[in-house]
């Protein structure tokens, strides 16, 4: 089946460095990707996403390229804060019975950024 | 309120209870899905509303877990027989048209003792 795979975290970063997080995928077809944030106390946000191949998703400061050729959803920023400290998951969408997409989701990575 | 919203917040139970786990939805979206999410892990898919009928209900983990949302907005996730395997969050997220985005409620966390 369809499969998500990110870096493991936790990542510890200082204010204002350049930050990537790792996410590949399998899938069959071409599914839609997505990046989702989840602040301490908070539900799930979408952060961006992409629907096909070379799409760039971008919010926020943050980016990441739907990468065909090598199966990846990179995210990065070029310089964090303080504020974007949370749980980060990258996820796909795959197609299901009744005409839904349901999400499948990494194990999330956690980003700590220190003053 | 204006966002997913789910009841209760935490909820304790011993093995072999009953428990309900209820999600109120944004007002007028019509797909409403649940998601189990385990310590250290990514959500995962349980089922999928669209208006009141359940099209979808193959991430169910076993027959002691069960879904309804007869008027096709509040919606509640029942799990019988608790075990502590199901110890987890339990996600509801509501969208306003089938493919539209996601909107995530807090969750539910459940601890099984």
């Known amino acids: 089946g369809n499969s998500v795979t990110q870096m493991e975290g936790p990542v510890t970063l200082s204010e204002e460095a350049f930050l990537t997080i790792n996410c590949t995928y399998t899938a069959t077809g071409y599914p839609s990707l997505f990046w989702y944030v989840q602040y301490p106390g908070e539900g799930l946000q979408l952060l961006l996403k992409a629907t096909k191949a070379d799409d760039k998703g971008s919010n926020k400061g943050f980016e990441a390229t739907y990468r065909k050729e090598t199966t990846s959803f990179h995210l990065e920023k070029g310089s964090v804060q303080v504020s974007d400290s949370a749980v980060y998951f990258c996820a796909l969408s795959e197609k299901q019975q009744g005409g839904s997409e349901k999400l499948v989701f990494g194990k999330g990575t956690k980003l700590t950024v220190n003053p | 309120g204006a966002g997913v919203s789910q009841s209760p917040r935490y909820k304790v139970a011993k093995r072999g209870q009953d428990v309900a786990l209820r999600c109120d939805p944004i007002?007028?979206?019509?797909?409403l899905f649940w998601y189990q999410q385990a310590l250290g892990q990514g959500p995962e898919f349980l089922t999928y509303f669209q208006n009141e009928a359940q099209l979808d209900k193959s991430g169910l983990p076993s027959d002691r877990f069960f879904a309804e949302r007869p008027e096709g907005s509040v919606s509640t996730l029942k799990i019988q027989r608790t075990q502590q395997e199901d110890s987890a969050v339990y996600l509801c997220?509501?969208?306003?048209?089938?493919?539209?985005?996601?909107?995530f409620g807090n969750g539910t966390r459940l601890t099984v003792t």
């Open positions: 007002s007028g979206h019509v797909s």
């Open positions: 997220a509501s969208s306003l048209l089938r493919n539209s985005p996601l909107h």
